[in-house]
Protein backbone atom coordinates (compact mmCIF):
# COMPACT_ATOMS: atom_id res chain seq x y z
CA UNK A 1 0.00 0.00 0.00
CA UNK A 2 2.59 2.43 1.08
CA UNK A 3 4.87 2.06 -2.32
CA UNK A 4 2.20 2.11 -5.00
CA UNK A 5 -1.64 2.48 -3.23
CA UNK A 6 -0.41 5.64 -0.86
CA UNK A 7 1.61 7.46 -3.46
CA UNK A 8 -0.93 7.64 -6.22
CA UNK A 9 -2.37 11.68 -6.29
CA UNK A 10 -5.89 10.63 -6.72
CA UNK A 11 -5.45 8.45 -3.73
CA UNK A 12 -4.06 11.39 -1.73
CA UNK A 13 -6.48 14.01 -2.92
CA UNK A 14 -9.43 11.61 -2.13
CA UNK A 15 -8.44 11.10 1.11
CA UNK A 16 -7.48 14.67 1.88
CA UNK A 17 -10.80 15.91 0.56
CA UNK A 18 -13.20 13.06 2.57
CA UNK A 19 -11.32 11.38 5.12
CA UNK A 20 -8.80 11.82 8.28
CA UNK A 21 -6.17 9.04 7.98
CA UNK A 22 -4.62 7.49 10.94
CA UNK A 23 -2.08 5.04 10.80
CA UNK A 24 -0.76 2.15 13.00
CA UNK A 25 2.42 0.49 12.51
CA UNK A 26 1.79 -2.87 14.48
CA UNK A 27 5.12 -3.69 14.91
CA UNK A 28 5.48 -0.60 17.15
CA UNK A 29 1.61 -0.93 18.74
CA UNK A 30 1.06 -4.23 18.60
CA UNK A 31 -2.33 -3.79 20.95
CA UNK A 32 -4.27 -1.95 18.05
CA UNK A 33 -4.58 -5.50 16.33
CA UNK A 34 -6.82 -6.65 19.60
CA UNK A 35 -8.63 -3.00 19.47
CA UNK A 36 -9.52 -2.95 15.93
CA UNK A 37 -10.04 -7.24 15.93
CA UNK A 38 -8.17 -7.82 13.59
CA UNK A 39 -5.86 -10.30 12.75
CA UNK A 40 -4.39 -9.49 9.70
CA UNK A 41 -2.23 -6.34 7.88
CA UNK A 42 -2.92 -4.20 5.98
CA UNK A 43 -6.57 -3.77 7.50
CA UNK A 44 -8.34 -0.76 6.50
CA UNK A 45 -11.07 0.96 8.93
CA UNK A 46 -13.59 3.63 8.55
CA UNK A 47 -15.34 4.95 11.14
CA UNK A 48 -17.16 7.82 11.49
CA UNK A 49 -16.12 10.72 14.47
CA UNK A 50 -18.06 8.43 17.25
CA UNK A 51 -16.17 5.09 16.39
CA UNK A 52 -19.17 3.70 14.61
CA UNK A 53 -17.53 1.05 11.98
CA UNK A 54 -18.77 1.43 8.49
CA UNK A 55 -16.42 -0.60 6.22
CA UNK A 56 -13.30 -2.69 6.38
CA UNK A 57 -11.37 -4.52 4.17
CA UNK A 58 -8.18 -6.74 4.75
CA UNK A 59 -5.34 -7.75 2.03
CA UNK A 60 -3.45 -5.24 -1.05
CA UNK A 61 -5.70 -3.36 -2.73
CA UNK A 62 -4.15 -1.27 -5.76
CA UNK A 63 -5.33 2.19 -6.14
CA UNK A 64 -8.27 1.78 -8.53
CA UNK A 65 -9.95 -1.25 -5.92
CA UNK A 66 -8.80 1.27 -2.51
CA UNK A 67 -10.69 4.06 -3.95
CA UNK A 68 -13.73 1.83 -4.94
CA UNK A 69 -13.25 1.09 -1.25
CA UNK A 70 -13.42 4.04 0.06
CA UNK A 71 -16.18 5.52 -2.17
CA UNK A 72 -18.58 2.58 -0.89
CA UNK A 73 -17.21 3.19 2.29
CA UNK A 74 -18.90 7.13 2.41
CA UNK A 75 -21.90 5.39 0.67
CA UNK A 76 -22.31 3.00 3.97
CA UNK A 77 -21.67 5.83 6.10
CA UNK A 78 -24.43 8.43 4.62
CA UNK A 79 -27.22 5.24 4.45
CA UNK A 80 -26.26 4.01 7.90
CA UNK A 81 -26.84 7.54 9.50
CA UNK A 82 -29.97 7.81 7.45
CA UNK A 83 -28.94 10.37 5.22
CA UNK A 84 -30.34 8.87 1.74
CA UNK A 85 -29.78 12.05 -0.39
CA UNK A 86 -26.12 11.98 0.87
CA UNK A 87 -26.29 8.23 0.16
CA UNK A 88 -27.80 8.72 -3.75
CA UNK A 89 -24.98 11.43 -4.29
CA UNK A 90 -21.95 9.24 -3.30
CA UNK A 91 -23.76 6.40 -4.84
CA UNK A 92 -23.33 8.06 -8.05
CA UNK A 93 -19.64 8.93 -7.47
CA UNK A 94 -19.05 5.03 -6.33
CA UNK A 95 -20.25 3.51 -9.77
CA UNK A 96 -18.10 6.29 -11.60
CA UNK A 97 -15.34 5.15 -9.39
CA UNK A 98 -15.79 1.54 -9.40
CA UNK A 99 -16.86 1.15 -12.93
CA UNK A 100 -14.74 -1.91 -14.48
CA UNK A 101 -14.08 -3.13 -10.98
CA UNK A 102 -16.04 -6.85 -10.83
CA UNK A 103 -16.34 -6.87 -7.24
CA UNK A 104 -17.22 -3.74 -6.21
CA UNK A 105 -19.20 -2.06 -9.22
CA UNK A 106 -21.86 -4.56 -8.72
CA UNK A 107 -21.76 -3.22 -4.88
CA UNK A 108 -22.08 0.01 -6.03
CA UNK A 109 -25.30 -0.06 -7.41
CA UNK A 110 -26.81 -2.77 -5.20
CA UNK A 111 -26.35 0.43 -2.45
CA UNK A 112 -27.05 2.95 -5.39
CA UNK A 113 -30.70 0.89 -5.16
CA UNK A 114 -31.05 1.13 -1.62
CA UNK A 115 -30.08 4.61 -1.94
CA UNK A 116 -33.07 5.76 -4.45
CA UNK A 117 -35.77 4.02 -2.81
CA UNK A 118 -34.82 5.12 0.88
CA UNK A 119 -34.49 8.33 -0.46
CA UNK A 120 -37.62 8.41 -2.22
CA UNK A 121 -40.01 5.67 -0.56
CA UNK A 122 -40.38 4.48 -4.15
CA UNK A 123 -39.86 0.81 -4.01
CA UNK A 124 -40.12 0.61 -7.76
CA UNK A 125 -36.66 2.91 -8.15
CA UNK A 126 -35.28 0.07 -5.81
CA UNK A 127 -36.39 -2.71 -8.19
CA UNK A 128 -35.15 -0.71 -11.32
CA UNK A 129 -31.74 -0.89 -10.03
CA UNK A 130 -31.82 -4.26 -9.07
CA UNK A 131 -33.00 -5.27 -11.78
CA UNK A 132 -30.04 -3.15 -13.71
CA UNK A 133 -27.98 -5.76 -11.21
CA UNK A 134 -29.55 -8.29 -11.92
CA UNK A 135 -29.14 -8.33 -15.55
CA UNK A 136 -25.42 -6.83 -15.96
CA UNK A 137 -23.71 -8.64 -13.53
CA UNK A 138 -25.64 -11.94 -13.22
CA UNK A 139 -23.13 -13.59 -11.29
CA UNK A 140 -21.92 -11.45 -8.83
CA UNK A 141 -22.07 -11.97 -5.08
CA UNK A 142 -24.19 -8.49 -5.16
CA UNK A 143 -26.82 -9.53 -7.66
CA UNK A 144 -27.02 -12.91 -5.40
CA UNK A 145 -28.12 -11.25 -2.72
CA UNK A 146 -31.03 -9.27 -4.87
CA UNK A 147 -32.14 -12.48 -6.97
CA UNK A 148 -35.21 -13.01 -4.62
CA UNK A 149 -36.75 -9.93 -6.72
CA UNK A 150 -37.15 -12.38 -9.61
CA UNK A 151 -39.64 -14.16 -7.76
CA UNK B 1 6.85 4.65 6.87
CA UNK B 2 3.95 4.39 4.04
CA UNK B 3 2.40 6.69 2.28
CA UNK B 4 4.75 9.60 2.91
CA UNK B 5 2.54 11.73 0.86
CA UNK B 6 -0.30 11.42 3.01
CA UNK B 7 -0.67 13.48 6.47
CA UNK B 8 -1.12 10.51 8.59
CA UNK B 9 -2.29 11.05 12.21
CA UNK B 10 -0.86 8.50 14.60
CA UNK B 11 -3.52 9.54 17.57
CA UNK B 12 -6.94 7.96 17.04
CA UNK B 13 -8.60 10.39 19.06
CA UNK B 14 -6.84 13.20 17.27
CA UNK B 15 -8.20 11.98 14.39
CA UNK B 16 -11.90 11.81 15.37
CA UNK B 17 -11.82 14.47 17.11
CA UNK B 18 -10.83 15.82 13.36
CA UNK B 19 -13.44 14.05 11.53
CA UNK B 20 -15.74 16.25 13.89
CA UNK B 21 -14.55 19.16 13.09
CA UNK B 22 -14.55 18.89 9.45
CA UNK B 23 -17.36 16.61 8.82
CA UNK B 24 -15.02 13.96 7.32
CA UNK B 25 -14.44 10.27 8.23
CA UNK B 26 -11.64 8.39 9.61
CA UNK B 27 -9.62 6.33 7.43
CA UNK B 28 -7.45 3.67 10.02
CA UNK B 29 -4.61 2.05 8.51
CA UNK B 30 -2.91 -1.13 9.98
CA UNK B 31 -0.22 -1.74 8.68
CA UNK B 32 2.98 -3.83 8.70
CA UNK B 33 6.47 -2.31 8.10
CA UNK B 34 8.08 -5.44 7.61
Known sequence: ?151 | MAGENIPWRHSLEEARNEARQQNKLVLIDLFNPN
Open chain 1, 1 to 151: MGTVTYPNPEVERYIHQYFVPVQFNIVERPEVMDQFNSTWTPTIIVQDADGREHRRAQGYLDPQRFLGELALARVKAAIDRHDYQAAQQRAQEALEMTEGDPVREPEALYWASVADYKASNDVNKLLHGWRELLNEFPESEWAKRAEFIRG
